[in-house]
């Protein structure tokens, strides 16, 4: 028996006016999707629990089964796993964006204009990270870079008694002043995001951006901080051995911290523009080489609805359909009885740009095992009305291997 996991990041949402007020799961044309819907049971699982940010890190972990009030100790960390980054027990990881603010002189009146430095490229981002570890690096603080604007800073020896590091993607297109933390802990990491700006804003790289027409990454943003993460192995969780294909490194960091494989897909970008096709044959690959479960990982979804993109984000709704789905299926029919699971791990709505903890809709499928579900096609509504519900996100992978 193989078990397949597609993960579409973020693609549950609210009623966007701009598609006549549905949501893009309303929207998109995913006929596969559809079909397996109408064969598999379909209902909604609350995958992040009252108390907790309706973060990706938090969301995922629930969906593998990870219960994330025991294990979850911030984002950075699972990240700089991801990077290779050994990290000592007292040490603190927190995420590093490079992110594009405005030129308003006083740092606290700039506005965040871009969470994502204007799409950097990785080998841009790299280039302005080693001049931020240049300039900050010692003994107490070191920068790592990582895939295109999310990159990492361990602070050796420090504290998560931060306050309130707000994530870029939560304050798009608001003035920056009021989220940057007032706490005494948080003063040394501040005072760095704001003397980042004047060493990033005439930076060849940004000035070659500038000429191109293209966003500068003017600033580091500090947010997500952890300490080193711990969690059992899959396979001695759930008797499976399991891969997680993805290209975020937070995805990647719960997979090494849980055992799996986490191979590299090239062209991976996390985006709308990523190897779709890549990932699937990832995926296949996987399990020719004897793993039971993969979990496909595709964050498109969720960066359109960061990004107030509606249009784009059911295109890539319609792309998994169209360029994921058949080629692991295609494996998935030869080997006979199968199982897959479709879902988002929360809502990113286009109304708010930022993520939302309402419960998401699922899919299970059993190959030889088909149901009646009642649905002709999935989506917030139709799942709703099953009245099928997994009140606790953990939950979900148990009931998923044994369906």
């Known amino acids: 028996m193989k078990y397949a996991i597609v993960l579409y990041d973020g693609m549950a949402d609210y009623p966007v006016p701009a598609l006549g007020g549905k949501t893009p799961m309303m ?35 629930s969906v593998l089964g990870y219960d994330p009030k025991k294990y979850y100790t911030g984002r950075s960390p699972l990240e700089a796993v991801s990077m290779g980054v050994d990290m000592a027990q007292s040490d603190i990881a927190l995420r590093c964006n490079l992110v594009t603010l405005s030129d308003e002189e006083d740092y606290n009146q700039k506005t965040m204009i871009d969470y994502s430095g204007g799409d950097i490229s990785s080998a841009e981002a790299a280039k302005l990270i080693e001049a931020v570890e240049d300039f900050f690096g010692c003994e107490e603080f070191e920068f790592h870079s990582g895939v295109s604007y ?11 008694e931060l306050g309130n590091m707000t994530a870029p993607h939560d304050i798009s297109g608001r003035v920056i002043g009021d989220y940057l933390s007032t706490s005494e802990n948080a003063g040394c990491l501040i005072r760095m995001m704001r003397e980042s700006y004047d060493l990033l804003k005439n930076h060849p790289v940004n000035q070659n951006r500038i000429a191109q027409g293209k966003r500068p990454a003017n600033s580091i943003w500090l947010w997500g901080e952890g300490k080193r993460p711990a969690l059992p192995l899959f396979e001695e969780e759930f008797g499976l051995k399991g891969s997680i294909v993805s290209a975020v490194d937070l995805l990647k960091g719960i997979g090494i911290c849980a055992g799996m494989n986490t191979p590299a897909v090239e062209g991976a970008t996390g985006y709308i523009d990523t190897n779709f096709e890549g990932k699937a044959s990832a995926a296949v690959e996987e399990w020719c080489k004897g793993q039971d479960l993969v979990y496909m990982h595709i964050e498109a979804p969720d960066e359109c609805g960061h990004r107030n993109e509606p249009e784009n984000k059911v295109r890539s709704i319609e792309l998994i359909d169209e360029k994921v789905l058949p080629i692991i299926l295609d494996y998935l029919e030869s080997q006979g009885a199968y199982k897959l699971m479709i879902l988002p791990d929360h809502p990113t709505p286009i109304s708010t740009g930022t993520h939302a903890r309402d419960p998401v809709p699922y899919m299970m499928y059993c190959k030889g095992e088909e149901l009646d579900s009642g649905v002709d096609s999935i989506d917030e509504n139709s799942a709703e009305a099953t009245g099928n519900f997994i009140d606790f996100g953990p939950d979900l992978m148990r009931k998923f291997i044994v369906f």
């Open 27 to 61: 929207v998109a044309r995913k006929p596969i999707f559809d079909k397996l819907a109408k064969k598999g049971e379909v209902g909604l699982v609350r995958t992040v629990a009252d108390g907790l940010k309706p973060g990706s890190d938090v969301a995922n972990l």
């Open 150 to 160: 999310r990159h990492c800073l361990i602070w050796h020896s420090g504290t998560t």
